[in-house]
């Protein structure tokens, strides 16, 4: 018994260790958060400080930082110089990125074919503008667009443009990054272009308050060990790219999911890609906004650590929350909501369901339609990803491609550049434009496209094949002139006998006298 009783003072001896050591910690953040930039020192009163990990139904609005970001917006002296969508979408896809595609894909080309034709940067635009033009113009195979059959318009899409051949070519040569190089990276295949695009995304506009993360699914069914299954998305199987967006669906900054990583992480999958994509948009006093997935109690204090406020949708069984809160048992339109030490509000609001919302910046406040007002800012931010997908989701280039990172760059030029450059369009020219428009005016611009003169009544000479039987008659021409020459009876003998009409009046004719003498039908 006297055994039993040590054991049991040794485990709270060590209990209250664990809680001091707790307590001890949780009070250096919190001085951390709420320090001045004038004043790093830490307070010597540690009593005044109050508990993270204490959590009170009295909601107070937290204090929180300005926005500070200076240059925030589009970068319109970057845009000077642009005057129709094609200018916008080479501010994306400028002659950097291109070169970059011209040389790996010379590079490969080379090794790959003997035969291979080098390309250059004017060829690959071409290539390029038929991609985007496949997105609006679908066909059921890749040939018919050099076909000039009936059934599918008359008219060789392509054809004027580039060979088909040629084009097989670029398609089978097409690379982004030097294979002799020694790459560890999962997704090696693709960096190099993607760290010029974002470059170019990030220099052309600096997001406002306000930012989004979320993840996007770029459709695809070929073998990769890092395809995700999401069943809710309409697109079940694909690519994950975490993407963070800012107001009107801007694609700033964008990482793929390449499943586990090797190096060691400080915290969650979660906290460590929002961290990286907001690398460079922290310590400027924004508010980002995150589903369920991301939102948690350690990455808003990481976030508050950085002058940086979340807002979010959270799971009740995230670790640290209020049980008060996350075993509330709630009618329609009501709520419960507690508040930490150091201004975190967690609230659970009853609509159709349960609702629980994270916040460092909201207070438990009800707006005049009866819902808190911090889902409706959620709702309202949200759709900046939202918005994003939808824009891209018009006219994709959506032709098989068995290489994972094909697929990704085709979605990268034919809809993310696209989408980009379609915002920074409308704001700095003022001018709305459908976004399938300005796909077409982009292509049209690339490959130099006019729109084709009315075609006259033209009549040719076909085959007479009247139900189906193909009848002999003497030409109409040579039988006139014999006929006038010699008389009928000769013209009879020695007229040529065909099988072919003209098209227009029906009258038969030989191809000699229908290409020298029948200029018009009368």
């Known amino acids: 018994m006297e055994k039993l009783d040590r054991s049991f003072d040794r485990i709270l001896l060590e209990s ?18 709420h320090q001045d930039d004038s004043d790093l020192s830490l307070s010597d009163n540690d009593e005044d400080e109050p508990n993270p990990s204490s959590w009170s139904s009295e909601i107070k609005r937290p204090s929180r930082w300005a926005f500070s970001e200076q240059n ?16 916008y979408c080479n501010l994306f896809v400028d002659d950097e990125v291109i070169d970059l595609i011209v040389n790996e894909t010379n590079r490969y080309g080379a090794t790959k ?7 250059n940067n004017l060829e690959m635009k071409q290539f390029l503008g038929i991609i985007i033009q496949m997105g609006f113009v679908r066909l059921p195979k890749l040939e018919d667009y050099w076909s000039t059959s009936a059934e599918i318009g008359g008219n060789a899409i392509c054809g004027s443009i580039m060979p088909r051949k040629r084009f097989y070519s670029l398609m089978k040569s097409l690379h982004l990054v030097d294979n002799g190089k020694n790459n560890t990276s999962k997704t090696y295949k693709i960096d190099d272009f993607m760290k010029l695009f974002i470059s170019n995304c990030q220099r052309l506009l600096i997001p406002g308050k306000d930012v989004c993360i979320d993840e996007s699914l770029i459709p695809f069914r070929g073998r990769l060990k890092f395809r995700q299954y999401i069943p809710s998305k309409k697109h079940k199987y694909g690519i994950k790219v975490f993407k963070v967006c800012s107001q009107h669906g801007y694609t700033y900054d964008m990482k793929i999911y390449a499943g586990k990583e090797d190096q060691p992480r ?49 799971r009740k069984n995230r670790t640290g929350l209020p049980k008060d809160v996350t075993v ?45 007002q911090v889902v409706l800012d959620y709702n309202k ?23 994972w990172y094909l697929r990704m760059f085709f979605h990268i030029i034919t809809q993310t550049a696209v989408v ?103």
């Open 266 to 314: 400080a915290g969650s999958v979660a906290e460590d890609v929002v961290l990286k994509l907001m690398e460079n948009l922290l310590g400027k006093g924004r508010t980002l906004y995150t589903d369920n997935w991301y939102t948690s109690l350690p990455l808003a204090r990481s976030l508050l650590r950085n002058q940086t406020n979340l807002v979010g949708t959270c």
């Open 420 to 522: 980009n450059a379609w915002h920074l369009f409308q704001e700095h020219s003022q001018t709305k434009m459908k976004i399938v428009d300005f796909k077409r005016r982009i292509v049209a611009s690339i490959l130099n496209l006019k729109r084709p003169s009315t075609p006259k009544s033209r009549h040719r000479l076909v085959e007479d094949d009247e139900n189906g039987k193909k009848r002999w008659r003497r030409c109409i021409l040579c039988y006139n002139r014999l006929s006038s020459e010699h008389g009928s009876q000769v013209a009879r003998k020695r007229a040529a006998q065909v099988k072919t009409i003209c098209s227009k009046c029906n009258k038969p004719y030989c191809l000699d006298c229908f290409g020298k003498f029948h200029i018009s039908c009368k």
């Open 328 to 372: 509330a048992k709630l009618k329609k339109h009501e709520h419960v909501a507690a508040q930490s030490g150091d201004g975190i509000l967690v609230m659970k609001w009853r609509d159709k369901r349960d609702v629980m919302m994270l916040s460092t910046v909201h207070d438990d406040a009800i707006a005049e339609n009866g819902k808190p």
């Open 113 to 119: 074919d003997e035969a291979f034709v080098p390309t």
């Open 16 to 33: 209250d260790e664990e809680y001091e050591e707790t307590d001890e910690t949780t009070e250096v953040d919190t001085e951390l958060l």
């Open 381 to 403: 931010s949200k759709t900046f990803i939202d918005l994003s997908d939808q824009m891209a989701s018009y006219c994709p280039y959506a032709r098989k491609t068995t290489k």
């Open 72 to 87: 925030a917006g589009i970068n319109f002296a970057m845009l000077m110089d642009c005057k129709s969508p094609v200018d």
